[in-house]
């Protein structure tokens, strides 16, 4: 059975021009709700500003701004993840938020680079499939400074950052290891929590019922709520109303429908409780958020 949105090898495509290698992006906008997914590249994020939660596998990260204002994290091939922001009020919202994301695999730079003796720390680092590290704060900042400067790199410039990248986290005591084959006996949780999030993703229009949703997995309500808040950190119904919102934020900007329309695709039942849910996690009205960011066409 397929848990995840698989993402395959034409995301570097995507990502990179043809006058470029290292496939990289920066951005500064508000950063929404990512959808479960895993892809084939090994992918490191430098997120400043962007306060949220982590599935990572079969763990989670909180990232909120009294505890941290960036962290970066390096995630193995084929590593099932997703990342849900969470709109916290101490947030100075005059403060863009900064995300940049490097994707690159063994054949990045031609076959048979990652061979070479010199690159044996990598290799061996990016071949660990399914596998999670977080950088430590002492390099933290240095590596930072090497992403920010790739971006803005072209030619030899932009390969070398690359590869100072590379050697900086393959030190010693550079990273840490938050999930992966460690925590292979949670693999039974780890596929339950994929099939409901899945599930979730794919049925959020609807009706969806707690009781009904419990039902559905085998589980009791008290069961699921506490194997769901354990695992999210979120409750059944905050989970699905932040997917919602975040799907109306998408609709609003891409599309001309009304907002009354969208609130009813996205699975509201009813105007007033799509208007309470929107500002309490975008802290402004939706026709607020569609004026400043939807581009006129």
């Not at 306060?51 to 079969?58: E, K, M």
């Not at 990598?122 to 400067?149: F, H």
């Not at 690359?162 to 084959?181: M, P, S, V």
């Not at 919602?244 to 509201?268: Q, V």
Request: aromatic fraction near 10%; proline fraction near 2%.
């Amino acid at each position: 059975m397929k848990h995840t949105q698989y993402i395959d090898t034409l995301i570097l495509k995507q990502l990179t021009p043809e006058r470029h290698t290292i496939g990289a992006i920066k951005d500064t906008n508000i950063v929404e709700n990512v959808v479960w997914h895993q892809h084939k590249e090994t992918e490191i994020i430098y997120m400043e500003r962007a306060y949220g939660t982590f599935f990572l596998g079969d763990s989670l990260i909180s990232f909120d701004p009294e505890d941290e204002s960036s962290i970066i994290i390096l995630l193995g091939s084929l590593l099932a993840h997703s990342f849900f922001y969470h709109p916290n009020r101490t947030l100075d919202h005059s403060e863009k938020s900064n995300v940049i994301s490097i994707l690159f695999h063994t054949e990045t730079l031609g076959e048979g680079f990652f061979d070479l003796p010199e690159m044996q720390a990598a290799k061996q680092l990016i071949g660990k499939a399914n596998c999670a590290y977080i950088v430590t704060k002492d390099a933290m900042e240095d590596i930072a400074i090497l992403m920010e400067e790739l971006c803005k790199s072209e030619g030899i410039h932009r390969l070398t950052c690359f590869l100072q990248i590379l050697d900086l986290i393959t030190k010693q005591d550079t990273i840490t290891q938050i999930t992966g084959h460690t925590l292979a006996n949670k693999k039974v949780e780890n596929d339950l929590l994929t099939n409901i999030i899945q599930y979730i993703h794919e049925n959020y229009q609807e009706e969806l019922s707690l009781r009904e949703t419990a039902s559905r997995y085998h589980m009791s309500v008290s069961a699921f709520c506490s194997f769901f808040k354990k695992y999210t950190g979120q409750t059944f119904v905050e989970f699905l109303n932040r997917l919602r919102i975040s799907k109306a934020c998408e609709k609003m900007l891409t599309c001309n429908d009304d907002i009354t329309s969208i609130a009813y695709t996205c699975g509201f039942n009813n105007l007033s409780n799509f208007n309470r849910r929107f500002k309490q996690f975008k802290e402004e009205s939706p026709r607020s958020y569609r004026s400043r960011y939807k581009i006129s066409e």
